[in-house]
């Protein structure tokens, strides 16, 4: 019995390296193609629409585009989470995964110089550039910091508003990023993510495709697991607020590999009650 309950602890303990070995790999993959994105200025998936129309695509307006910095609009995202979370004046929002700053920025709008809005995002050029965008504009009390999502660098209970932006589907884990989305919100803080769930489990050749996993495709979770992960969280009151049709599949080479899973864009709002 000891041989085999040793045997089996091994088998667990490989099966964790293992699986700390695959995060990693998909860290940095992300890290590096995003570094690429931050430094041409360009869109993370191939498109014929420029970047504006492509903003206009995943649904933000005319007014938006006018109130953003010209160099955080990127192409990136698959919604607007800043429209629909009612941001007031004075408050303090995180935005996780803020990429060139676009929601950043006009959360800012919202909330006013009497707020606050902090955007975390693990790339480091992406971070230099929302930083300069912020100091040519002189937004003040928007600011970016390094680090992962799975980390915050942020305190305890010292946040109003979490949004994000097409980001989740891209941490290997989304359990632990709900966790520290729920320890870093006031209590009643609000948390609206706009991102990309599937309508079941995409295949492992789909899963363990580091360019899709890029393309937020790769670790997309199935809509009831990823709603799940946040009510585990502690999270209360939770709905999804909008439902978009199927993205077309961006897979080169894998036709037929998705097996009828649809890859498609939901925004969620909870909050921490």
Same mark, same amino acid.
Request: hydrophobic share 35%.
């Given at each position: ?5 040793? +045997? ?13 070995? =695959? ?14 994105? &931050?430094?041409?200025?360009? +869109? ?10 492509? &903003? ?9 585009? =006018? ?23 004075? $408050? ?11 929601? &950043? ?48 660098? %942020? ?38 993510? +706009?991102?990309? %769930? ?32 946040? $009510? ?8 999804? %607020? ?7 599949? $961006? ?16 925004? %969620? ?5």
């Amino acid at each position: 019995m000891m041989c085999t309950l040793h +045997s089996s602890m091994s088998e667990v303990q490989d099966w964790r390296e293992l699986r700390i070995m =695959k995060e990693k790999e998909v860290k940095n993959f992300v890290k590096k193609r995003y570094s690429k994105i &931050a430094k041409s200025g360009a +869109s993370c998936c191939p498109s014929s629409e420029s970047l504006i129309e492509q &903003a206009k695509h995943v649904g933000y307006s005319e007014e938006d585009i =006018k109130n953003a910095p010209e160099e955080s609009i990127m192409g990136l995202g698959c919604g607007n989470p800043v429209a629909l979370a009612d941001l007031k004046e004075g $408050e303090t929002v995180l935005d996780l995964g803020a990429g060139g700053g676009i929601d &950043a920025f006009l959360a800012f709008k919202k909330v006013g110089t009497k707020g606050r809005v902090i955007g975390v995002d693990m790339t480091r050029t992406m971070i230099e550039r929302s930083m300069q965008t912020a100091k040519k504009h002189g937004y003040n009390n928007v600011e970016f910091k390094l680090g992962e999502i799975e980390d915050l660098p %942020v305190e305890d209970n010292s946040i109003d508003v979490i949004i994000s932006n097409c980001v989740i589907n891209l941490s290997p884990d989304k359990k632990k990023v709900f966790n520290e989305a729920y320890r870093v919100l006031k209590l009643g803080g609000r948390l609206i993510i +706009s991102d990309m %769930v599937t309508n079941k489990k995409l295949p492992q050749s789909i899963r363990e495709n580091l360019a899709l996993w890029g393309n937020c495709i790769g670790g997309a979770l199935p809509e009831k697991e990823y709603i799940e992960a946040i $009510e585990q969280a502690g999270f209360q009151n939770l709905k999804i %607020v909008e439902k978009r049709i199927p993205i077309e599949e $961006e897979c080169q080479g894998c036709e037929g590999e998705f097996q009828g899973v649809k890859v498609y864009h939901i925004i %969620v709002k909870a909050q921490k009650s």
